[in-house]
């Protein structure tokens, strides 16, 4: 499932649940929103790479425990926040 775009109003909620859920304030979002992609797929993308970084600061190199990024989202944050991941996927 994706997330449309429909200009920049509909970023709000995604960005208020990037905070609720996995802490990341909505300045770190800007980092994580990709816009070019946005444009070309007119659904609201993340780089699932700068959020990996994010979770490395966090929690160090989890692929030495056979670990995604996702199964962080999951262990640490919880099935909601996995679930609001994986619709922006």
């Known amino acids: 499932m994706s997330v449309p775009f ?47 970084d994010i979770l490395h600061e966090r929690f160090g190199k989890y692929e030495k425990d056979n670990k995604s990024a996702m199964d962080i989202i999951l262990e640490k944050y919880g099935e909601e926040a996995f679930n609001f991941i994986e619709s922006l996927l």
């Open 6 to 52: 429909n200009g920049l109003p509909s970023l709000s909620p995604i960005q208020r649940d990037f905070e609720r859920l996995l802490h990341i304030p909505r300045q770190v979002f800007g980092q994580l929103w990709d816009k070019q992609l946005t444009i070309i797929t007119k659904n609201i993308e993340i780089d699932i790479f700068k959020l990996d």
